[in-house]
């Protein structure tokens, strides 16, 4: 787990602890913000990683088996761990930061999650300290 990752879901308990937020609306927005944007194998297609028949032999074997796309096509030999990384950083960098969903999902103002990134920045400083 990385740890913007980390911090995304800590900012979230942050806005609960605070009652900004609910808990609902915490997995909601998270939801909502991972779902956003391409889906790897669309991705891989787009960038010349992975032809269309190495796509649906990923998704076929991925709906009898389970397992995330990336690393069935790295097992099948279709993609490095470089190209994967390369895929999953972008579709991170396409998605909304997770206040912007919260706004969008009018669950808070600007002013308020200012407010609170203000907050939780000035409590992990003082842990850091």
């Known amino acids: 787990m990385g740890v913007e990752f980390m911090l995304c879901e800590d900012f979230l308990a942050h806005l609960v602890a605070m009652e900004v937020i609910d808990e609902a609306q915490a997995a909601e927005a998270l939801d909502k913000q991972r779902k956003t944007g391409k889906p790897i194998g669309q991705m891989a297609l ?19 088996a389970g397992g995330f796309f990336g690393e069935i096509a790295i097992g099948k030999g279709f993609m490095t761990e470089t190209q994967l990384t390369y895929l999953l950083r972008t579709q ?29 920045l000035q409590k992990i400083e003082g842990i850091l300290v």
């Open 92 to 120: 991170k960098e396409m998605r909304p930061s997770i206040g912007a969903v919260l706004i969008e999902l009018g669950y808070v103002t600007e002013g308020v999650l200012e407010e609170q990134r203000r907050s939780y």
């Open 46 to 64: 787009d960038n010349g990683i992975l032809d269309m028949q190495q796509v649906f032999e990923i998704l076929d074997y991925q709906s009898e």
